[in-house]
């Protein structure tokens, strides 16, 4: 009796130990899998968890093409916002043409660039951002303060015209500088392939926005 009530207990000792064995690599391999995610990008990790048409459309990124799109928002906001101006304001015909031109062409980048971060899991900057003290203009280059854009809503005729091409053909080259690094770092292929189209369109205003201003 006492050889048979012996027996289950040895087997019993051996089964808790198989198991202990078993939970433990079930715990090591977790870890494992754990670190091995997260040895990339922060940002790619979070991307994998939103449904699979809003990964498609996004497809892989960077904290490069995060920072691109949430700078360059609000940096086309304030360019949208100044080429508003130019109705009402603006007396050159050809001041007024790239104004609109401004408009049309910057606004769909602006929702796109939101569409991202939305399909990124990422913050997007809210409509406007680029009013008031809240927006950090000495953290992209190019941005006007508060004061320059004061300065251009209060410029009428002649005066506009001069001061809008000024003010932006430096908010230009500074889209450019941010949009050049959008294309040496990032990962995101639709937000690389913007920011060459925006290194190429705004070159090409710049030269233009020149021009006008010459012969002001």
Not at 141 to 150: F, H, I, K, N, V
Not at 162 to 188: C, P, R, W, Y
Request: net charge negative; charged share 20%.
């Amino acid at each position: 009796m006492m050889r048979s009530s012996m027996l289950p207990t040895s087997v019993l000792r051996r089964g808790l130990l198989a198991g202990a064995a078993v939970t433990a690599t079930l715990i090591l391999s977790g870890c494992g899998s754990s670190d091995h995610s997260s040895s990339g990008s922060g940002m790619n990790h979070g991307s994998t968890t939103p449904p699979s048409a809003a990964a498609s459309a996004a497809g892989t990124f960077n904290d490069a093409d995060v920072t691109f799109a949430q700078s360059m928002i609000p940096h086309h906001q304030q360019a949208v916002e100044m080429a508003d101006m130019a109705d009402g304001r603006a007396t050159d015909s050809r001041v007024k043409e790239l104004a609109a031109k401004i408009q049309a062409a910057q606004q769909p980048e602006i929702d796109t660039m939101t569409g991202w971060l939305t399909a990124w899991g990422q913050s997007a900057p809210m409509p406007h951002m680029s009013e008031g003290a809240g927006m950090d203009h000495g953290s992209m280059p190019g941005m006007m303060s508060d004061a320059d854009m004061t300065k251009l809503k209060d410029a009428m005729g002649a005066a506009f015209d001069k001061q809008f091409l000024t003010m932006m053909i430096s908010h230009h080259e500074g889209a450019i500088d941010m949009a050049q690094e959008e294309v040496a770092k990032g990962k995101n292929t639709e937000a690389t392939d913007l920011a060459a189209k925006i290194v190429t369109d705004q070159q090409a205003e710049i030269a233009t926005m020149k021009t006008i201003l010459a012969g002001l």
